[in-house]
């Protein structure tokens, strides 16, 4: 039952050095040999595998980013025969078309064993019942809680997003002791707690929570409307598995990430060189041991910064703080990433509406909302508006999988720049 089962490892600094450079080579080896994407980005770049012989050899490789991963859609940065591909995973592109991730049997282990060492560091047993509370299919929220949960050895309760009749219920007739959710589920979980004095009946101890922004104050609103004794902030994208890339541990000093799974660069977005040490930079990512999807220096977008020094957990893991914002206009809407672009994409297939739009984000009672706004053409009379507002609203709930409220204003209503269009109002407390 206890803490036997050490799925994080310890290692030394030359140890994970070591580690880092052999998974480089072979990771860049790998992709040259089996994927035309990479090969031609390496012959572009005048890099040959056999020049990447030491890990400060990382800064001659090419970067990657989210719009190669539409260049060889559907199955970008393939880099094993498709017989070896076991699944697939898939999140928002930066347009209408998806991010597809692919993944090899070793790949679902490697994610299994990365998310159990999750589960290790936030203090769970085998004797565990985790909920899980995040979607599940193409996202790869539900199946990385479920996959690692399995293999750490805790007990899954699979219940999927929303449904909070069916999650209080689960909460008090199981005895969840471990909660998997966004924030804002985990927010609005403990206000139904709250509201309908189930407080005493529970279990749970635990919580972790991810896939979006949160802030302090919403964080200590959930851990004490549930009497929760920890949560722990998880880190991961589908790109690099999915969640189980990192997580915090009870000293909650930053999130300890899996280096010798992948290699963290922090760059300045602008200059695309390195940040000095401390200072806040976008995460780069290249993967050490990835089959089908591997990623060379992968453009996250996601800003953070490194955390020096050993944690007084003693976990020898490396460690970043909490990811403080993006460097493109990617949002995070109810643990959905969605770009602007994807509401563009679905405007223009409505004749009746010119292609200016807004989107507004706000948050009540612990849950995120969208209004998209947009203007109908001249020609479209007013009359039309309402049957619009709805067929947009259907199209992006198909598209985008997301419930936005749509409304449809005049030509011209809305604020035009010559400069960068603001698209995006996020009214959401921040800290
Ligand atoms: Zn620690």
């Known amino acids: 039952m206890i803490r036997s089962a050490r799925f994080i490892p310890d290692m030394s600094a030359d140890e994970l050095a070591a580690v880092q450079?052999?998974?480089?080579?072979?990771?860049?080896?790998?992709?040259?040999?089996?994927?035309?994407?990479?090969?031609?980005?390496?012959?572009?770049?005048?890099?040959?595998?056999?020049?990447?012989?030491?890990?400060?050899?990382?800064?001659?490789?090419?970067?990657?980013?989210?719009?190669?991963?539409?260049?060889?859609?559907?199955?970008?940065?393939?880099?094993?025969?498709?017989?070896?591909?076991?699944?697939?995973?898939?999140?928002?592109?930066?347009?209408?078309?998806?991010?597809?991730?692919?993944?090899?049997?070793?790949?679902?282990?490697?994610?299994?064993?990365?998310?159990?060492?999750?589960?290790?560091?936030?203090?769970?047993?085998?004797?565990?019942?985790?909920?899980?509370?995040?979607?599940?299919?193409?996202?790869?929220?539900g199946a990385g809680f479920q996959l690692g949960c399995e293999r750490f050895g805790a007990m899954a309760l699979p219940v999927g997003p929303g449904m909070l009749d069916i999650q209080l219920q689960m909460l008090t007739d199981l005895g969840t002791t471990c909660l998997g959710s966004t924030a804002s589920m985990a927010l609005l979980l403990g206000e139904e707690v709250e509201k309908q004095n189930l407080r005493s009946k529970l279990k749970l101890k635990r919580s972790i929570f991810g896939a979006e922004a949160h802030t302090r104050k919403m964080r200590q609103r959930f851990e004490e409307a549930l009497g929760l004794e920890h949560s722990f902030d998880i880190s991961g994208m589908t790109e690099i598995y999915g969640p189980g890339a990192g997580?915090?541990?009870?000293?909650?000093?930053?999130?300890?990430?899996?280096?010798?799974?992948?290699?963290?660069?922090?760059?300045?977005?602008?200059?695309?060189?390195?940040?000095?040490?401390?200072?806040?930079?976008?995460?780069?990512?290249?993967?050490?041991?990835?089959?089908?999807?591997?990623?060379?220096?992968?453009?996250?977008?996601?800003?953070?910064?490194?955390?020096?020094?050993?944690?007084?957990?003693?976990?020898?893991?490396?460690?970043?703080?909490?990811?403080?914002?993006?460097?493109?206009?990617?949002?995070?809407?109810?643990?959905?990433?969605?770009?602007?672009?994807?509401?563009?994409?679905?405007l223009e297939k409505h004749p009746q509406m010119l292609s200016e739009y807004q989107i507004s984000l706000s948050r009540s009672e612990g849950l995120d909302h969208m209004v998209v706004r947009a203007e109908r053409r001249a020609e479209t009379p007013e009359t039309e508006a309402d049957?619009?507002?709805?067929?947009?609203?259907?199209?992006i709930k198909h598209q985008i999988l997301v419930t936005a409220k749509v409304e449809i204003l005049a030509p011209g209503s809305l604020p035009r720049s010559f400069a960068k269009t603001k698209r995006v109002l996020d009214e959401r407390e921040k800290d």
């Not at 049957?387 to 199209?395: E, M, N, Q, S, T």
């Open 21 to 141: 450079q052999d998974g480089l080579k072979w990771t860049v080896h790998h992709a040259y040999q089996g994927s035309p994407f990479y090969r031609r980005r390496l012959d572009e770049a005048g890099v040959h595998p056999g020049d990447i012989k030491h890990l400060s050899d990382l800064t001659r490789l090419p970067f990657t980013t989210a719009y190669d991963l539409q260049a060889e859609y559907p199955l970008p940065l393939l880099s094993v025969p498709e017989e070896q591909v076991v699944r697939i995973h898939g999140s928002s592109g930066t347009t209408g078309k998806r991010k597809i991730l692919s993944y090899t049997q070793k790949d679902i282990s490697d994610w299994a064993d990365m998310f159990a060492r999750c589960y290790e560091m936030a203090g769970l047993t085998t004797l565990d019942r985790v909920q899980i509370c995040v979607g599940y299919g193409l996202w790869t929220a």
């Open 247 to 346: 997580i915090e541990c009870e000293a909650h000093q930053g999130i300890h990430y899996w280096g010798d799974m992948y290699i963290l660069e922090l760059i300045d977005p602008d200059t695309l060189l390195p940040v000095a040490p401390g200072e806040l930079g976008e995460m780069v990512i290249t993967s050490l041991k990835k089959e089908a999807s591997p990623l060379i220096r992968y453009r996250t977008r996601d800003m953070t910064r490194l955390i020096p020094g050993v944690c007084p957990c003693g976990c020898s893991m490396p460690r970043h703080e909490r990811i403080q914002g993006r460097s493109d206009d990617m949002i995070i809407f109810r643990g959905v990433n969605i770009y602007p672009g994807q509401v563009a994409a679905v």
């Open 387 to 395: 049957a619009l507002a709805k067929a947009i609203g259907v199209d």
